[in-house]
């Protein structure tokens, strides 16, 4: 199991920019990944970005990529998605979301939220 605390989420312009973190604590941890999902109200969770931990391959859902950028600290163990460009279909809480080589599954953040106003 592992603990994922996310910071960084807030209300932004239009056109503006927002830094998510995320930290994966727990005792020796193998990652595969590690990444975001987000949900807007009354939508169904979507895949953002997600990131691996050996080899920093990263991918992104095609309505971000260009303006999100993906990164990780792998001594630390955390994550971060710079997110540039924002727009108001931006908006959405977003989860940080990890996967262990040694477990199945995802483990889940409790969400932070973005905000972005016209």
């Known amino acids: 199991q592992v603990q994922l605390v996310e910071s960084g989420g807030g209300l932004v312009q239009a056109g503006g920019s927002l830094r998510l973190s995320c930290a994966a604590l727990?005792?020796?941890?193998?990652?595969?990944?590690m990444g975001w999902f987000r949900q807007a109200p009354g939508k169904i969770r979507e895949f953002v970005s997600a990131?691996?931990?050996?080899?920093?391959?990263?991918t992104y859902t095609d309505s971000v990529k260009g303006r999100f950028t993906v990164s990780r600290d792998n001594v630390n163990n955390t994550v971060f998605l710079q997110m540039n460009s924002l727009t108001p279909e931006d908006t959405a809480l977003y989860y940080c979301?990890?996967?262990?080589?040694?477990?199945?599954?995802?483990?889940w953040g409790q969400g932070t939220q973005v905000t972005v106003s016209s």
């Open positions: 727990g005792r020796s941890l193998n990652i595969y990944d």
């Open positions: 990131i691996t931990w050996t080899d920093g391959r990263a």
């Open positions: 979301t990890a996967r262990l080589r040694t477990s199945t599954g995802r483990d």
